[in-house]
């Protein structure tokens, strides 16, 4: 399969990423990448495992117990950390240009676990039938990266190229200056999640999106 060349860069990052997570003993399985060609110098780029389960990420109505219960269950992610956060990434390339792409991590714990502590809370599970992840408390984290380049969804300043969710919030939209490499958004993760920095060389597979009236709101820039 011939593979445009913007995908081929984008594969090579998720593969040398993926083994810089591992390195950092931070995650505890990958699913792998699936790019499935779409067309004349395009395919999708995603995890090997997307099914239409994933769709509850857009339900409104659901507990955060539940989705991560539907989640983890089924496998929809790209990476599974040790204290069962999950990653995904998906990129669509459409005649050798990064049209869309979604970058997703999810964490049901505002904490830091140490692999020992959570050895510890499992091995007490067996003797009291309780169950660390669920039965902790803790404030969730979620955040998602969106581009989209079609100007039928648009809308400058309200709903920017490139922008940032918190919580999976609908209305919530901070501005970004463009498109996210994955090894970028990996290391934004793991850095201000689990206080690690994990080198990896820079990808170059970006451009800027960003208007100058979005550049006049709150937003991420970054060299």
């Known amino acids: 399969m011939s ?22 003993e931070l995650i505890i399985e ?5 790019i499935l060609p779409t067309g004349n110098n395009s395919c999708n780029i995603t995890w090997s495992t997307k099914n239409d389960s ?5 339900d409104t109505d659901v507990s955060i117990d539940y989705l991560f219960e539907q989640i983890l269950k089924n496998r929809q992610y790209s990476f599974l950390f040790y204290d069962k956060s999950i990653l995904q990434f998906e990129y669509m390339v459409e005649k050798g240009v990064i ?3 979604r970058l997703l991590f999810m964490k049901k714990h505002n904490k830091i676990w140490d692999k020992e502590e959570i050895k510890s809370f499992e091995e007490q599970e067996e003797i009291y039938f309780g169950d ?4 902790s408390k803790g404030i969730p984290i979620l955040i998602r990266i969106d ?24 209305q919530c ?6 498109t996210v490499a994955f090894s970028d958004f990996v290391k934004f993760v793991v850095f201000h999640f689990y206080g690690k920095k994990i080198e990896i060389v820079k990808a170059n597979y970006t451009n800027q999106y960003i208007s100058r009236e979005e550049q006049e709101m709150i937003h991420f820039f970054w060299k």
Request: charged share 30%.
């Open 30 to 34: 990958t699913t792998g990448e699936s």
């Open 99 to 101: 049209t869309k792409h």
């Open 132 to 135: 660390w992840f669920y039965d």
């Open 3 to 24: 593979l445009p060349k913007i995908a081929k860069d984008i594969k090579k990052d998720i593969e040398v990423t993926t083994r810089a997570l591992w390195d950092s």
């Open 147 to 170: 581009f989209d380049l079609n100007q039928e969804v648009y809308k400058e300043c309200e709903h920017t190229m490139a922008h940032f969710h918190f919580s999976n919030h609908e």
């Open 173 to 178: 939209r901070i501005p970004l200056k463009g």
């Open 54 to 58: 994933n769709n509850i990420f857009y």
